[in-house]
């Protein structure tokens, strides 16, 4: 089992890698509501995502190395499903617009 410092110093990194998220959420959920918003704003904001998706998987990836508690692995595959949620949401208004 990891150290007490150590098991903190992973909860940092997933409690930033959930303010990223929330960050990018708020930003994403004002480019989806403007009525002005295009195909290129879409690509954009999905590339955003789906860069903060990567980056999460590649911490969630060395993470499953670390003998970390049931709570802190669930709290990770919560943060991935949202990320992925994103995706999901802004390919579908992407192809809505595109659609015409």
Same mark, same amino acid.
């Not at 150290?3 to 708020?26: C, G, V, Y």
């Not at 930003?27 to 403007?34: G, M, P, R, T």
């Given at each position: 089992?990891?150290?007490?410092? !150590?098991?903190?110093?992973? @909860?940092? *990194?997933?409690?930033?890698?959930?303010?990223?998220?929330?960050?990018?959420?708020?930003?994403?959920?004002?480019?989806?509501?403007?009525?002005?918003?295009?195909?290129?704003?879409?690509?954009?904001? @999905? !590339?955003?995502?789906?860069?903060?998706?990567? *980056?999460?998987?590649?911490?969630?990836?060395?993470?499953?190395? *670390?003998? @970390?508690?049931?709570?802190?692995?669930?709290?990770?595959?919560?943060?991935?499903? !949202?990320? *992925?949620?994103?995706?999901?949401?802004?390919?579908?208004? @992407?192809?809505?617009?595109?659609?015409?």
């Amino acid at each position: 089992m990891l150290s007490p410092d !150590r098991d903190e110093q992973w @909860l940092t *990194a997933l409690r930033e890698h959930a303010m990223l998220f929330q960050n990018t959420q708020e930003q994403i959920a004002s480019v989806l509501s403007s009525a002005q918003m295009n195909i290129q704003d879409g690509q954009t904001a @999905l !590339r955003i995502v789906r860069e903060g998706k990567t *980056a999460f998987l590649v911490f969630s990836d060395i993470v499953r190395e *670390a003998d @970390l508690s049931k709570e802190f692995y669930a709290a990770a595959a919560e943060i991935e499903d !949202r990320w *992925a949620e994103q995706v999901r949401m802004l390919v579908g208004r @992407l192809q809505e617009l595109q659609a015409g």
